[in-house]
């Protein structure tokens, strides 16, 4: 008779794959955080390298700051001119953000519109795309000659711009709810507004927070672009027109400075609708949950 010895399940050798695998579910989240700082110290590392070689061609080559300022000039005249930059700077704010939040207003009420009414989609929805698609640029002038202000004449053009992203999008993510949930909402006999709030709304935030991300941005660019196309001046003028002073009497360096707050205000604004997204899906949709593999 042959005996069968039964093995010790720990003295098996294990799989390499197996272990790779059981190493990787055991990680801990203060391993990953080595990554997470490289992802923010390798970009800034790379920003003060090439501002270090920007300085250093600059003095090494004696460039006139007319034609190329280092970095610590613009950085001085950010500083000498921030009486004149930063009250424009607040002007291009307000226009941006105001133009904003009536786009993310007007854009979700009337989403809301067409998806309820196949008939309102039909009258609306291609005029909105012809403002989309008809550059600022030139409708800025006529909207100058029956705006009461200026001020109102910059705030429509760059809601015109920001509107159509929240518009489509929030659309799209209404009318993309699943019929099959939207056939269980029926057999259960729930309102229309039952069927919106708790079905269609919720499927539609990622597509309605995708093109906040996207109005922001475009807010600001349209806020600069009109203002350049209406040709305000005066005490109440913003950024946009202080570039175009700085480049009729050749001061550069205000100039790069005045580029300098535009690109980070755009920055902020990504940073913060960014930040929405996450703080509203990272809970329960899959485009934040942070997977374990």
Not at 191 to 209: D, I, V
Not at 254 to 269: K, N
Not at 279 to 288: A, N, V
Request: glycine residues 6%; positive net charge; proline residues 6%.
């Amino acid at each position: 008779m042959t005996l069968i010895q039964a093995q010790d399940p720990a003295s098996t050798p294990e799989d390499p794959e197996t272990v790779a695998a059981n190493e990787d579910v055991l990680a801990t989240p203060s391993s990953r955080r080595p990554e997470r700082w490289l992802r923010f110290v390798i970009p800034v590392v790379m920003l003060l390298l090439l501002l270090g070689v920007w300085q250093v061609y600059v003095t090494m080559a004696n460039v006139p700051q007319y034609i190329l300022p280092s970095p610590l000039r613009i950085a001085q005249a950010l500083g000498t001119d921030w009486g004149i930059l930063g009250s424009a700077l607040l002007v291009t704010l307000k226009i941006t953000l105001s133009a904003l939040i009536l786009a993310l207003i007007g854009g979700v009420v009337l989403a809301v519109l067409m998806a309820q009414s196949r008939w309102i989609e039909l009258a609306l929805y291609p005029y909105a795309v012809i403002l989309q698609v008809t550059p600022v640029v030139a409708i800025a002038p006529l909207i100058l000659i029956y705006a009461p202000s200026t001020q109102v004449a910059l705030l429509f053009c760059a809601w015109i711009v920001a509107f159509f992203p929240v518009l489509s999008n929030t659309t799209q993510g209404l009318k993309s709810t699943d019929h099959n949930l939207l056939n269980l909402f029926e057999m259960y006999r729930a309102s229309r507004w039952q069927t919106l709030r708790y079905l269609q709304m919720p499927n539609a935030l990622p597509y309605f927070l995708a093109g906040l991300r996207i109005a922001g941005g475009l807010a600001l660019i349209a806020a600069v672009v009109a203002e350049f196309a209406a040709g305000s001046a005066g005490a109440g003028s913003g950024l946009a027109f202080r570039l175009l002073e700085a480049q009729f009497r050749l001061n550069i360096p205000r100039l790069f400075a005045a580029l300098f707050l535009l690109s980070m205000t755009g920055v902020v604004i990504f940073l913060g609708t960014s930040l929405i997204s996450h703080l509203l899906l990272r809970k329960w949709h899959e485009s934040s949950i942070r997977r374990e593999n």
